[in-house]
């Protein structure tokens, strides 16, 4: 399988790149089309939160096995600012209107795993996953 | 010289030139003997099986004639089993038998059975035949019966697999069925739900009902939530969900079956019922159904 | 990517072709909005059909649009939104909140039809 697919977030047509790239492998790894287009999704707003917040960043995505099932994992990682409160970022309130912030619960529900780590001043580093079904 | 596989399972199975081992040129002497033997007495022995089998009251789900035919394609891959030792073609009759008789519920036990009886049936006719010559029924024995194990064990697995195959399938179906979107009129889905909903079953539930939606061009889905046996916030959040994802195709949803209890239990947790289409009963959902989509019901007499 | 605005009759339609970056999705906004002040036109039709992904920002660009034009007094109807990116949007809490959607063009079209024959 493939390598490490790195694309550097600094504009708005890197996101569109990204999730483009996102989709293929998750295709390629035989999801199905409604889950890669859940991964691509997320992959935007993570995207988005990258230039958004830290201006400039990267998204990585790869191929991933465990015992029985095959995944992908994306990683966005940024060294921007950090988020204050991470518990309050990720919290999810199924609001449906109004302000996103961060969009991340929402990235949270399309994915199967979810992880954050951030520092103040040092940046932010999320990572996710998602099975083949 | 052809290159032969002997397969004869485990005991002394070589693989090498006829000729080239004296035990492997016996055996497969042996068995041409043994193969044109059953041939000669096809006609006999295949009756006298097929009255086994009946005797044994296997295959009850079949006709008489019905197990005849069979009995005469199995006796013939059977015997060109022996005689080749290649079991693709019994292989492929036994998944293709399989799949005729597993749907009339001939159950493992009954395939298993009969095989067996084949194979005795064939080895009583082989002591009748040799029972004067002791030494040479036991040399066509030891070639006969690891072939024979061989080929029982082929027709029995093809079984199972089938068998596994088609429970697979239906498992399948269940689940499709157990999330029936149906057309009730043109540009009008109904989808009951019944039952446990999962957040597995709720994504397929949305899924297809957003399928449905653009196949059949509707404008109006009906869910019918009567037989939902429980609604926690999980779960009214798909619904929530489902109703919205609809919305955006265009279509417009209507709740019905929404007893107290769970209309309770919604507004406790926060969902704001009045962005849902609530209507009391199926019947009523259907009638509203019909107004949005500009029908007029009118008694015809 | 530039998203090409037909004008039919008293509608504007615009067909969205490919993955649309921000910066195309802003110039799609005030390119509508122009037309419509231009043309006075009574609807705009935002086909989406193909686009593959639909995240928070495209979501809240099209809701925007649909503001600004019914400040315009005219109306907005998105269509062809495909399954999968619906399951998806609603995943993420996007629902385009008060602003029509169809099936696809004809869909959007008879829906207009209809609701400008009713008022006029």
């Known amino acids: 399988m493939a390598d490490e697919i790195r694309v550097a977030i600094a504009s708005d047509q890197d996101i569109v790149l990204a999730r483009q790239r996102g989709r293929t492998l998750a295709f390629e790894l035989g999801f199905s089309s409604s889950d890669s287009t859940l991964v691509a999704t997320a992959i935007s707003e993570l995207a988005r939160n990258i230039l958004t917040y830290a201006r400039t960043g990267e998204i990585a995505l790869k191929a991933i096995q465990s015992t029985n099932r095959q995944g992908i994992m994306v990683v966005a990682s940024d060294e921007g600012p950090g988020i204050a409160d991470v518990r309050q970022a990720v919290k999810d309130g199924f609001s449906t209107s109004g302000s996103l912030g961060l969009g991340l619960p929402g990235v949270r529900r399309l994915m199967d795993e979810f992880m954050i780590e951030s520092e103040l001043g040092h940046g932010t580093r999320v990572t996710v996953r998602k099975w083949k079904q | 010289m052809a290159k032969k596989e002997n397969r004869t399972g485990d005991t002394a199975s070589h693989v090498g030139f006829a000729g080239e081992h004296p035990r492997l040129e016996a055996t497969s002497e042996l068995l041409r003997e043994l193969?044109?033997?059953?041939?000669?007495?096809?006609?006999?022995?295949?009756e006298e099986w097929v009255r086994r089998i009946t005797e044994a009251r296997l295959l009850t789900a079949m006709s008489q004639e019905e197990i005849f035919a069979e009995a005469t394609s199995v006796y013939d891959s059977y015997v060109e089993a022996l005689e080749t030792g290649t079991f693709e073609a019994l292989q492929s009759y036994a998944r293709n038998l399989s799949e005729r008789i597993i749907?009339?519920?001939v159950e493992t036990h009954e395939v298993v059975g009969i095989v067996l009886l084949l194979r005795d049936v064939l080895a009583r006719?082989?002591?009748?035949?040799?029972?004067?010559?002791?030494?040479?029924?036991?040399?066509?024995?030891?070639a006969y019966e690891p072939a024979a194990n061989r080929i029982a064990n082929t027709v029995a697995v093809g079984f199972v697999q089938e068998r596994e195959r088609v429970i697979r399938q239906q498992q399948e179906a269940i689940r499709e069925l157990s999330t029936p979107v149906l057309q009730v009129r043109e540009r009008l889905l109904i989808l009951p739900i019944i039952g446990v909903i999962d957040p597995q079953r709720a994504r397929q539930l949305t899924e297809q009902l957003l399928r449905g939606i653009r196949t059949n061009r509707a404008k109006v889905v009906v869910i019918d939530i009567t037989g939902v046996a429980a609604m926690d916030a999980t779960v009214a959040n798909h619904l929530v969900q489902t109703v919205e994802a609809s919305r955006l195709l265009g279509a417009t949803v209507i709740v019905t079956g929404l007893s107290p209890e769970i209309a309770q239990t919604l507004v406790t947790i926060g969902v704001e019922l009045g962005k849902m289409n609530t209507v009391g009963d199926l019947q009523g959902g259907i009638e509203q159904a019909e107004r949005l989509l500009g029908y007029k019901v009118v008694p015809i007499s | 990517m530039d998203v090409p605005i037909l004008k039919q009759g008293e509608f504007l339609i615009?067909?969205?072709q490919a993955a649309l970056s921000d910066a195309d999705l802003l110039?799609?906004?005030?390119?509508?909005?122009?037309?419509?002040?231009?043309?006075?036109s009574r609807a705009v039709i935002v086909d989406v059909t193909a686009m593959d992904v639909m995240d928070s920002f495209a979501s809240r660009t099209l809701r925007e649009i649909a503001h600004m034009i019914r400040l315009r007094g005219a109306e907005t109807v998105i269509v062809g939104i495909q399954p999968e990116v619906a399951f998806a949007m609603v995943q993420l809490g996007l629902t385009l909140e008060g602003v029509a959607t169809a099936l696809d063009l004809e869909e959007g079209l008879a829906y207009l039809n209809q609701k400008f024959r009713s008022t006029s």
Do not use: C
Request: avoid cysteine.
């Open chain 2, 35 to 46: 193969v044109s033997h059953l041939r000669q007495n096809r006609t006999q022995l295949r």
């Open chain 2, 103 to 105: 749907p009339r519920g």
């Open chain 2, 125 to 142: 006719s082989l002591f009748a035949k040799y029972q004067t010559d002791f030494e040479k029924l036991n040399r066509i024995l030891d």
């Open chain 3, 14 to 16: 615009a067909t969205i």
């Open chain 3, 27 to 40: 110039q799609l906004r005030s390119g509508l909005i122009q037309q419509v002040v231009r043309f006075r």
